[in-house]
């Protein structure tokens, strides 16, 4: 390494790094060629060098000039501290990790470090080491504005956010005005803060923080993405698409926000605007491959089902290694009815990738539709291996074994034990539970404002509603979660001791929402068959419904388990179909097949759902 004080070569490199702070890169450049010509092993311009080509978007040329400056000098923890973060912005968060611990090691009140390290240990969901370096960074220095924010939009993930609050607003109040990057510094707390107050559904407050901190940061596509989301919440549809429109205009290639306004675009009824955005963003970068297989999701989800195919087919030369559209291609080759073509794909995709077990999953699914439940149950047994609580998995095995006549079916299954409904007492306050009914659904409907169903879901001709139900502050609806949170712990309270069971087995005192949501059927309106493949227990609560369910003989409205979402490979497939009468909740295991039949009347069938999983 180059010395210090008069030393000619330390000159350079203060020269070089006051260059590379100004962003006068040639300029350094130019310096550090000249040092390294004279001094090869100058181990310090070395990684100048490397943080040279950083800046100039050349990262292989970065990570080798780091890598080897340590080989000279392994006791340097600002170059192990660089190469990690460089490590850790190219998605190698596993990689990076040792080269922060080092740093830490030489250097044991490396903030930077610490901090770099918690984002890593977030990304890798490695969520209780994150918050510990996260913490620790704010030991060594309190109110750290990296440190405060990482660790804030940790504990919001947590579902923590009122504590994420109490940490931001702190951090916030020391960040000092003046200088352009204390501006980002305050505006990052700020996109965290309002994170925070969008959890608690304090919209108002949490768009206030937004817009100002997009007033510092006007090119941050997260932010405006977030924000997008947050005017969702409020119901200021067309605001939220200009948002997510800004976002994408920022970042092309942000999937998220592509997702999120094709998914509200189609809500809205807005057809000729759906999908656009990934046709621009493909002219703009033609090589990218999921663009295509987004778009080709939607696509199917929105049932266009050529379109889909010929979608994937167009991403699959992107990345001829990558599985995903061969994957996505089968599925659309299925229900197109052309199972030649999707179980060919399907062998290719397992082939490639012999330990993927959604591949195994949709392998099955597939081979249900074309009628070979053998093969079907191998598939699934295959995907069940790699995970056990997969809950589509189940559902297709429980499907082929069905479809094969095998007994095992009848103890997965169990309608009649699993099946459970319960009548739920009225809340304190309440006489009855028709008169809460009656006003939880006038709750209910103010948040039914879009034009039809989610492209992704199973409600026809009707609408429902977003994000969390269970997380807004309305007390009607606390008063609901409440009652439910009973019913519940009654239902797993009854389960059997049986550890070989799907069911059974996840057993547990404690459990947790992980999805809950509003339904308004209109007239006509149905769910298509299918299963919740992020829970446990699933579940249906009649808030309100129409006369017309009475018909014990038709059964419009009612809710049927066990038939498939395709033509089902066995007779009678409806094992168990339960009238919905306002104030029953009916619990289920998620990997039920379940959905309802049409219903023709003025007036909407209201319900609530949710999905369970233990804690």
Request: aromatic share 8%; with cysteine; proline share 7%.
């Amino acid at each position: 390494m180059s010395g210090s004080g008069s030393d000619p070569a330390a000159a350079l490199l203060r020269k070089a790094l006051a260059d590379i702070e100004e962003d006068r890169l040639a300029e350094a450049e130019a310096v550090l060629e000249a040092v390294l010509a004279t001094a090869p092993l100058d181990a310090e311009a070395m990684q100048l060098l490397g943080l040279v080509r950083r800046r100039q978007s050349r990262p292989d040329e970065a990570e080798a000039l780091y890598r080897r400056a340590l080989s000279i000098d392994p006791d340097m923890a600002h170059v192990h501290h660089n190469l990690g973060h460089l490590l850790r912005v190219r998605g190698q968060n596993a990689d990076a990790l040792p080269f922060f611990d080092a740093a830490i090691r030489l250097k044991p009140n490396y903030v930077d470090a610490y901090v770099n390290r918690g984002i890593a240990l977030t990304a890798l969901d490695r969520l209780e080491e994150a918050e510990k370096s996260y913490r620790r960074a704010l030991h060594i220095l309190p109110g750290h504005p990296a440190a405060a924010q990482g660790l804030g939009v940790l504990l919001n993930r947590r579902g923590r956010p009122k504590e994420a609050e109490a940490l931001l607003t702190r951090a916030l109040a020391q960040v000092p005005a003046g200088t352009k990057q204390q501006a980002r510094q305050a505006a990052g707390l700020q996109h965290a803060l309002a994170m925070s107050l969008k959890a608690q559904q304090r919209h108002e407050e949490a768009l206030a923080l937004l817009d100002a901190a997009e007033r510092a940061m006007p090119d941050l596509p997260t932010l405006t993405y977030n924000r997008g989301n947050l005017l969702q919440d409020m119901m200021r549809h067309d605001e939220a698409v200009e948002s997510y429109r800004r976002a994408i205009a920022v970042n092309p290639l942000d999937l998220s926000a592509h997702s999120d306004l094709n998914a509200l675009l189609y809500r809205l009824g807005r057809d000729d605007e759906f999908l656009r955005s990934y046709d621009d963003a493909a002219a703009l970068y033609p090589d990218m491959p999921m663009l295509f297989t987004d778009k080709a999701n939607m696509l199917l989800s929105a049932g266009e089902l050529e379109k889909a195919a010929e979608t994937f087919r167009a991403a699959i030369p992107l990345r001829p290694d990558d599985v995903m559209p061969r994957d996505g291609l089968a599925l659309a080759l299925a229900r197109l009815g052309r199972f030649d073509e999707a179980v060919a794909e399907h062998e290719a995709v397992v082939k490639m990738e012999p330990e993927n077990g959604p591949a195994w999953r949709n392998f099955a699914y597939t081979l249900l539709r074309a009628n070979d439940p053998e093969r079907a149950a191998k598939a699934a047994e295959e995907a069940l291996k790699r995970n056990p609580v997969e809950q589509a998995a189940l559902t297709f095995w429980g499907t082929a074994l069905r479809a094969l006549g095998d007994p095992r079916e009848e103890a997965l299954n169990d309608y009649e034990n699993l099946v459970q409904p319960f009548a739920l007492e009225p809340p304190p306050g309440f006489a009855d539970i028709e008169s809460f009914n009656r006003e939880l659904a006038q709750v209910l409907l103010g948040m039914h404002k879009d034009a039809r169903g989610f492209v992704n879901q199973t409600l026809r001709d009707g609408t429902q509603t977003l994000g969390n139900l269970f997380t807004r502050r309305e007390a009607m609806v606390q008063m609901l979660k409440t009652q439910i949170d009973k019913a519940v712990g009654r239902y797993i309270a009854r389960m059997k001791d049986d550890t070989a069971h799907p069911v059974y087995r996840r057993r547990a005192r404690e459990f947790q929402y992980s999805g809950s949501w509003s339904t308004k059927l209109n007239d006509c309106g149905y769910h298509t068959n299918h299963f919740h493949p992020e829970g446990w227990i699933s579940s249906a609560y009649y808030v309100a419904v129409p006369d017309a369910v009475d018909d014990t003989a038709e059964k419009p409205g009612w809710l049927k388990f066990g038939e498939p979402d395709f033509p089902a490979p066995y007779a009678d497939p409806v094992r168990r179909a339960i009238k919905p009468e306002p104030g029953t909740l009916v619990l289920f295991p998620s990997y039920m097949w379940h959905g309802t039949n049409p219903f023709r009347a003025e007036a909407p069938r209201m319900a609530v759902a949710f999905d369970v999983v233990p804690r």
